[in-house]
Every structure is written in structure tokens, then in C-alpha cells.
């Protein structure tokens, strides 16, 4: 049982960072429960699902299926963030301004709140295979009751959600004007570490090989697999032994987004002053 609880309170707690992030990002926006929940439902199923087959994705690609699985969700949710932080230069200080802006925009579907829920789904699907997978490697090593398994998965899960709303109600208390720019950066930074993440596990699939030297090494100050090193893994992509391509690639998709940012604000602000 205390494995179960261990096992899914560690991947619930990632994934509840994610959500209570994109809760805080999306305050006030209509019918944002709808999305944000389908995202959930889709990526809890789609967590059973490729759990059902596991077997099968790991043996692709020479036995790194499973890797280069990982490596394109990571892409994705890379991608819908970053597309989220350049929407949020272009329609950011509107929005700090006024919350109902964000209704607005909404309704004219210009915020792209479907990218936030592919990103939860994307959270949810990657924390949710591993979760069924690391249970069923537990009852297969300790042979423990489904029902202790069961128990100790409800435990975690509970434990886990506590994590996401204190994280959502902690960001809510900021107040609006400084909330967008707290969350653009977290986001950012997210985007990076997954950026970063993703390399990993093309390294570890052998399909990325360049640069691959081991920057330093802290986990004698700040081990990964601690609580305190798993949260930050989360949210800025903190490893304990970065190798330099981790490292490249994380710092270019941080400038990226900046570059990004600034030209679509210059954009927004040049049309603002052509229209007025």
C-alpha cells in the first residue's frame, strides 16, 4: 500500500502542479472547467490506453518506444505553451487591465483555451501511464492485493489534489496585474524544462547523441528524486545532471519565447496605434 500511495501521490503531484497552474491562468474565463476537465477525462484515457499497451509501444523503434512516446507528448505540450505565453503578449496588458477581457476574448475564440487543455491532457496522459505502469511493476515484484493497491492509489490520489488546489489558490492571491506576469514566466519556464525533458529521453533512446557530456552534477545538494528536486523537475525542469544539450536547448526555447513575445507585443502595439 505504501508504494501505491508513494507512486501515485509523486505523479499526481507533477501533474497537479500543471493543472493548478492552468486553473490560476484561466480565472475568470468562462465555461474553463468544461475544457480544462475534458482534458483531464482525455488524458486519463488515453493514460489506460496506452497503458493497455504498453508491451507493445515499448518494443517499438528497438525496445525505446516508450522514450520516444515521451519525447512527442513533451513536444506537444512544448508547443501549445509557448503558443500560449505569444497569445498573452499580444492580449496581456488588456487583460491585466480588465478580467472580464478575458470572457471577451473567449467568446470571440481568440484565447486559445483549447491549447491549455490539450497541455492538461498531455500532463495527465504522461503522469497516468506511468502511474498504471509502475503499480502493475509493484504488484507484479511485491505480489500485494488489488485491494491495499486500490487503497493506497486513492490515498495518493487525494494527496496529490491537495497539491493542485493549494498551488491554484496560492497563485489566485496574487493580485491580477502581477498574476499574468507570474504565470507567463512559470509557463515559460515549464515549456523549457519539457523542451529539456524531452531531450532526455531522446538521449536515453539513443536518437540524440550530440553534446551529451554531463554539465555538473548537485544531487548531493538537491537530489531529483526528492520532493522539493520532483517539484521543481516539474516546473522549471530542474535534473541534477544536466548534459550540455539539455541544457542548449532549454536556454533556446526560454529566448524563443521572449523573441516571440516582444515581436507579437510590437505587433499588437503597431496595430493599436495604425487604428487609432
Given amino acids: 500500500m505504501l508504494a501505491a500511495i508513494i507512486i501515485v501521490f509523486r505523479e499526481v503531484f507533477e501533474a497537479g502542479l500543471i493543472v493548478g497552474i492552468v486553473l490560476a491562468v484561466t480565472g475568470g474565463v468562462p465555461h474553463r472547467n468544461r475544457w480544462i476537465g475534458g482534458g483531464v477525462l482525455a488524458g486519463v484515457l488515453a493514460a489506460c490506453l496506452v497503458a493497455a499497451f504498453a508491451g507493445a509501444l515499448s518494443q517499438l523503434f528497438e525496445g525505446m518506444g516508450q522514450e520516444l512516446f515521451n519525447a512527442a507528448i513533451l513536444g506537444v505540450a512544448v508547443i501549445m505553451l509557448t503558443s500560449h505565453n505569444v497569445w498573452m503578449a499580444r492580449h496581456g496588458k488588456e487583460i491585466a487591465s480588465d478580467m472580464r477581457a478575458v470572457g471577451r476574448a473567449v467568446a470571440e475564440g481568440d484565447k486559445p483555451l ?14 497516468g501511464s506511468e502511474v498504471a505502469l509502475f503499480l502493475y511493476g509493484v504488484a507484479a515484484s511485491d505480489g500485494g492485493s488489488a485491494l491495499s493497491l486500490l487503497i493506497g492509489g486513492l490515498v495518493g490520489l487525494l494527496l496529490g489534489a491537495g497539491v493542485c488546489l493549494l498551488t491554484y489558490f496560492g497563485l489566485m492571491r496574487i493580485p491580477a496585474r502581477a498574476l499574468f506576469a507570474t504565470t507567463t514566466a512559470l509557463i515559460t519556464l515549464l515549456a523549457a524544462g519539457m523542451a529539456a ?56 526555447v526560454i529566448l524563443a519565447t521572449i523573441v516571440l513575445m516582444r515581436l507579437t507585443g510590437q505587433e499588437r502595439s503597431g496595430h493599436a496605434v495604425a487604428t487609432g
Fill in 114 to 127: 483549447a491549447a491549455l487543455a490539450i497541455v492538461v491532457g498531455v500532463a495527465v496522459l504522461r503522469e
Fill in 197 to 252: 525533458q524531452a531531450v532526455a529521453f531522446l538521449e536515453r533512446a539513443n536518437w540524440l547523441t550530440s553534446l551529451d557530456t554531463v554539465v555538473w552534477d548537485s544531487a548531493w545538494l538537491l537530489s531529483e528524486t526528492s520532493i522539493a528536486g520532483r517539484a521543481l523537475h516539474t516546473l522549471i525542469g530542474y535534473t541534477d545532471q544536466p548534459t550540455q544539450m539539455q541544457l542548449l536547448v532549454y536556454i533556446a
